[in-house]
């Protein structure tokens, strides 16, 4: 007994020991960001430059934009009434257009780091951040679009009025801030982290061709660009750009940075709960013994990562407990058979969004805001983050065959 609460602090404290941060600041961005009008501003500005005949690639990249830094629970109610508020106004299937926003920010969630899930699974699985991020982007762009844009087109025969209270009030120009500053401040983080991925890549550390300059140079670069160091530039520079220079208190600014700590708050616990079970399984000997079966299996070690993954997203619910269980066993597996770590972060994350059904919390959420049934959510989101996680595992499969 001794034995196993030692597990469960170590598997606590070392998940939430790496990723805290990275909810806390998270959810502090999304809050600034959702109450200065930055998100206002993207969506107008999107919308504008697709047409009106294209709203819904316009929510698709509004999905990804936003979903690249934010949760997607945060994501999605910030965008969620935008979407409902635009259909109502253009009298549209209001499903029809915000389908292709939910499957961006659910492939987001899923494949790409900083997101706290594929950001465990690169550090248990020695990925490399930016190389992850770059492949990610990949392969999330093929799934949105079938997800979201093919099979959503199946989804505009079903008409719901939506909520009433998730219509959103419109803002008028001056309310909200300039494109430049909303843009930059919901993309800061991702810009960092590729920088520090790029600049290592032409100047890596300890070239002997090099002078100390470049080494310096990279060395800052990679500092910018971790991610706990990246997020909280960007509160940093959303808390001046959309609150101090747009003439709000500092009193109401903390005030938001609070608010935003306790709504997130419950994350801290599941993640934590999710990294002690996966310590129970890594110290009572489960993952080597199921890494030494996989040796023996057939199948290829991308497929039984994403197998496991989906087998424990269906059973538990919820992808982040999905991914990082799925990682404590893939360590070894990653090891002995000598994979592209990147690869193994992105099959799992693919895994983890395998048919999302009513022990998912996005599940409600869906069906909260778009006012439908559960044989039409099942008929809709659940098919499609079935069809994003299948696209996943064949766009990693399919960048495998060509890198290697």
């Known amino acids: 007994p001794t034995k196993i609460i030692s597990s469960v602090q170590k598997g606590l404290g070392d998940t939430l020991g790496s990723i805290v941060y990275i909810i806390a600041l998270g959810a502090m961005l999304g809050k600034l960001v959702a109450n200065s009008g930055a998100i206002d501003r993207i969506s ?8 009106p005949k294209n709203m ?18 945060v994501g999605f109610i910030l965008l969620a009434p935008i979407a409902i508020t635009v259909a109502t106004r253009n009298k549209m299937a209001v499903i029809y257009i915000g389908f292709p926003l939910i499957t961006s920010l659910s492939v987001t969630q899923g494949f790409l780091p900083p997101h706290p899930a ?10 490399n951040m930016g190389k992850t991020l770059f492949l990610g982007i990949i392969i999330s762009i093929p799934a949105i679009i079938l997800g979201g844009m093919l099979f959503g087109e199946t989804v505009k025969q079903i008409v719901r009025l939506p909520n009433p209270a998730f219509v959103a009030k419109e803002l008028k120009p001056e309310e909200m801030p300039s494109i430049f500053v909303s843009f930059f401040s919901v993309l800061l983080p ?5 920088l520090s991925s790029i600049i290592e890549m ?8 090099q002078s100390n300059l470049f080494n310096q140079c990279n060395q800052w670069f990679s500092f910018l660009g971790n991610p706990v160091v990246s997020m909280f530039l960007s509160v940093l520079f959303a808390i001046y750009f959309l609150g101090i ?5 500092f009193s109401e600014l903390t005030s938001q940075l609070t608010d935003s700590i306790k709504e997130v708050a419950m994350l801290f616990l599941i993640f934590g709960g999710a990294g002690s079970l996966k310590q129970i399984l890594v110290d009572g000997g489960v993952s080597n013994m199921i890494a030494e079966m996989m040796s023996h299996s057939s199948l290829h070690p991308f497929i039984l990562g994403w197998l496991m993954a989906a087998f424990i997203r269906v059973s538990v619910g919820s992808s982040t407990v999905a991914g990082i269980t799925t990682a404590g066993f893939f360590v070894p597996v990653v ?6 770590p990147n690869l193994m972060v992105l099959s799992i994350g693919a895994g983890s969004m395998m048919f999302a059904h009513v022990n998912d919390t996005g599940f409600w959420l869906f069906k909260e805001y778009f006012q439908l049934s559960i044989k039409e959510i099942i008929r809709s989101y659940s098919i499609m983050e079935t069809i994003i996680s299948t696209a996943g595992l064949l766009g990693v499969l399919c960048l495998n065959y060509l890198m290697y």
């Open 56 to 73: 819904r690639w316009a929510f698709l990249t509004i999905g990804f934009i936003v979903g690249l830094p934010l949760f997607y629970s």
């Open 118 to 127: 594929p950001l465990l699974l690169v550090q248990q699985l020695g990925a």
């Open 190 to 194: 991702v810009i960092l982290i590729a």
């Open 245 to 249: 220079r747009r003439g709000k208190k």
């Open 202 to 209: 032409v100047f890596p550390i300890n070239s002997s061709s």
């Open 335 to 340: 090891q002995s058979t000598g994979v592209d």
């Open 44 to 51: 107008q500005t999107l919308i504008q430059f697709f047409g």
